[in-house]
């Protein structure tokens, strides 16, 4: 088996500004990279945490300037780059997507996964939240890449509570799960540790969990609290406050191994 590498989540306070995300974004990619990093992934919202209501003006095509930026960002460093999401033009005009990129490190598009389960919520001691209003559905289909030769699964932080999307990316080979996020304060207070760690147990795979953290320019506030957890469940890695990176060596003989000990049953779904 190869050597295992060193992958690393990136913890970001977006803001409105799409210049100010990309430089806080890029300062990220640059230090992962000058760490050894063979991947880098970035939180949910990486390219806009505005106003929900402006997303449709800062809406971009997949080659538009966001995805050019982060194509030649990992080209430039030969490092993978896991864009949590940016804000996808759709082509019939409508509501944008809120897409998630996975770049190879030769900076070419490896994997493109559109959030399928859109947060219409009213946590407790929160104002609410209905993404409906403002983005566009996926399709419900499970999205699995390869990249450095690991099968990965691409979700986006509310599909994290929609157990049967991690078996079927299981199911599909994936050994490790994505779930880039901008998660609330009182829901990631109670739930973001507990359904990662659930999330890691059910299928036996690496979870990487970047994620939105403190006040942002809107008001809203998020979670953070990103981290990287094994197969079995254990935490390897966390950022606390801030901005920062948590990073980990992913060993796949240990997914295989995981699932050797307590086989898990498949389930297909779409």
């Not at 945490?49 to 050019?68: F, I, N």
């Not at 929160?126 to 999205?143: I, N």
């Not at 990249?147 to 929609?162: S, Y």
Request: charged residues 20%; proline residues 7%; hydrophobic residues 40%.
């Amino acid at each position: 088996m190869p050597e295992p590498g060193l992958w690393a989540v990136a913890q970001m306070t977006g803001s409105s500004q799409v210049e100010g995300n990309l430089e806080q974004a890029a300062v990220l990619v640059e230090r992962a990279a000058g760490a050894g990093c063979e991947l880098v992934a970035l939180p949910e919202n990486t390219t806009y945490m505005g106003h929900p209501r402006d997303r449709q003006t800062v809406a971009e095509p997949l080659d538009g300037r966001c995805g050019l930026f982060f194509g030649e960002l990992a080209s430039r460093h030969r490092i993978a780059i896991l864009v949590g999401s940016l804000v996808e033009r759709s082509p019939l005009g409508e509501r944008p997507y809120n897409t998630a990129v996975l770049f190879g490190p030769n900076g070419a598009v490896a994997a493109v996964y559109r959030k399928m389960h859109l947060f219409d919520a009213q946590p407790p001691g929160d104002r609410g939240y209905r993404e409906s209003q403002w983005t566009l559905p996926g399709e419900a289909t499970p999205v699995v890449a390869e990249v450095h030769g690991v099968k990965v699964g691409l979700t986006i932080c509310f599909d994290l509570r929609f157990p049967w999307l991690y078996r079927a990316l299981a199911d599909r080979g994936a050994q490790v799960l994505f779930v880039p996020a901008a998660f609330t304060e009182p829901t990631g207070r109670d739930h973001w540790s507990v359904l990662l760690r659930a999330r890691a147990i059910e299928t036996g795979c690496y979870v990487l969990a970047p994620a939105q953290y403190g006040q942002h320019d809107t008001g809203r506030r998020t979670y953070g609290r990103s981290m990287v957890v094994d197969p079995w469940g254990v935490v390897l890695a966390t950022v606390a406050d801030g901005g920062d990176l948590a990073m980990a060596r992913l060993d796949l003989t240990r997914v295989e191994q995981v699932r050797r000990q307590i086989p898990l049953p498949s389930r297909q779904k779409g």
